[in-house]
């Protein structure tokens, strides 16, 4: 136990916001914050993991990501083509064909430590967390889930297991000081906003325990918006009317700041225009 008044002027970490690599996010107030959970959500195929991916490689902070949706070989590909600005089609074989470039553009990444096991047990998590603490003599900074949905049902069901898995997230990032990031699906249905949807659209009801939701997905002309329906720092928009546009080029695994082109250079002009010779 202990007073409010002692925890003032204390040096501890916790709560703390982590860097974040997005400056849309942060004229939005949108932070990720040690020792609190945060959450990606969207419908299949919006993107949601290249977006977190994109996060975790421009955050630069010691993490421990579970990727139950993304092979060894997939998150391989999509890292050396963030590194190299290249395709994926083309990195995808850099680790045989040339593993030399390969090995030296992925060195850059070693911040990051992965586990692939496609459906981890909350014990595998905690265990894994705990391993990672004695091989580095301190906790990750960031714990990221892909997919929550792939955890093991050790509590019976999905449903079941969701919540708790819900609750643990918090306990986790409290006990270690740790972000934890969270991937969810959102509910697939005729009902669900698009392009981004709404907090109430999140699979399994489960927006009590993250302190920061994000929301995504692709518009009609194929762009990816994200929404923060929640956000316990900040305003934010639990219906995502307010969603806005991210930069995109899935073929190099790559999502950024959206950058306007102002319209009279997207015919190759000076913008404001001007007489044609």
Same mark, same amino acid.
């Given at each position: 136990m202990?007073t409010l008044?002692?925890?003032?002027?204390?040096?501890?970490?916790?709560a703390?916001?982590l860097?974040?690599?997005f400056?849309s996010?942060?004229?939005?107030?949108?932070?990720f914050?040690?020792?609190?959970?945060?959450?990606i959500?969207?419908?299949?195929a919006?993107?949601?993991?290249? =977006?977190? @991916?994109n996060?975790l490689?421009? $955050?630069k902070?010691?993490?421990?990501?579970?990727?139950? !949706?993304?092979? #060894? /070989? &997939?998150i391989?590909?999509r890292l050396?083509a963030i590194?190299?600005n290249r395709?994926?089609?083309e990195?995808e074989?850099?680790?045989?064909s040339q593993?030399a470039?390969?090995?030296?553009l =992925?060195t @850059?990444?070693d911040?990051?430590? $992965?586990d692939?096991?496609?459906d981890?047990?909350?014990? !595998?998590?905690? #265990? /894994? &967390?705990?391993?990672?603490?004695?091989v580095h003599?301190?906790?990750?900074?960031?714990i990221c889930i892909?997919?929550?949905?792939?955890?093991?049902h050790e509590?019976?069901?999905e449903?079941?297991?969701l919540?708790?898995?819900?609750?643990?997230?918090?306990?986790l990032a409290?006990?270690?000081g740790a972000?934890v990031l #969270?991937?969810h699906?959102a509910s697939?249905s005729?009902q669900?906003k698009?392009?981004?949807p709404?907090?109430?659209?999140?699979?399994?009801k489960?927006a009590?325990?993250?302190?920061?939701?994000?929301t995504?997905?692709?518009?009609?002309q194929?762009?990816?918006?994200?929404?923060?329906v929640?956000?316990?720092?900040?305003?934010a928009?639990?219906?995502?009317?307010n969603?806005?546009?991210m930069e995109?080029?899935?073929e190099?695994?790559?999502v950024g700041?959206?950058?306007?082109?102002?319209y009279g250079?997207?015919?190759?002009?000076?913008?404001?225009?001007?007489?044609?010779e």
């Amino acid at each position: 136990m202990q007073t409010l008044s002692r925890s003032v002027g204390r040096t501890e970490s916790a709560a703390e916001p982590l860097p974040m690599p997005f400056t849309s996010w942060l004229e939005r107030g949108i932070r990720f914050r040690r020792s609190s959970v945060s959450m990606i959500a969207g419908l299949p195929a919006s993107f949601k993991t290249m =977006l977190a @991916q994109n996060l975790l490689v421009g $955050m630069k902070v010691p993490t421990l990501a579970f990727n139950t !949706d993304s092979s #060894l /070989e &997939t998150i391989r590909a999509r890292l050396l083509a963030i590194a190299s600005n290249r395709p994926t089609e083309e990195t995808e074989g850099w680790a045989f064909s040339q593993p030399a470039k390969a090995a030296e553009l =992925l060195t @850059q990444y070693d911040f990051l430590k $992965m586990d692939f096991r496609p459906d981890p047990s909350l014990d !595998d998590i905690w #265990l /894994e &967390t705990y391993a990672y603490a004695e091989v580095h003599g301190r906790w990750p900074e960031q714990i990221c889930i892909d997919i929550v949905s792939d955890v093991g049902h050790e509590a019976g069901d999905e449903w079941a297991t969701l919540r708790d898995l819900m609750r643990q997230s918090k306990v986790l990032a409290r006990e270690t000081g740790a972000h934890v990031l #969270l991937v969810h699906h959102a509910s697939d249905s005729p009902q669900t906003k698009r392009p981004c949807p709404r907090r109430s659209d999140i699979h399994g009801k489960v927006a009590a325990i993250p302190e920061v939701i994000i929301t995504c997905g692709l518009d009609d002309q194929g762009s990816l918006c994200v929404a923060c329906v929640k956000n316990r720092h900040a305003k934010a928009d639990k219906d995502a009317q307010n969603y806005f546009p991210m930069e995109l080029h899935a073929e190099r695994a790559f999502v950024g700041d959206h950058i306007a082109i102002p319209y009279g250079l997207q015919y190759g002009g000076w913008y404001g225009g001007g007489d044609d010779e």
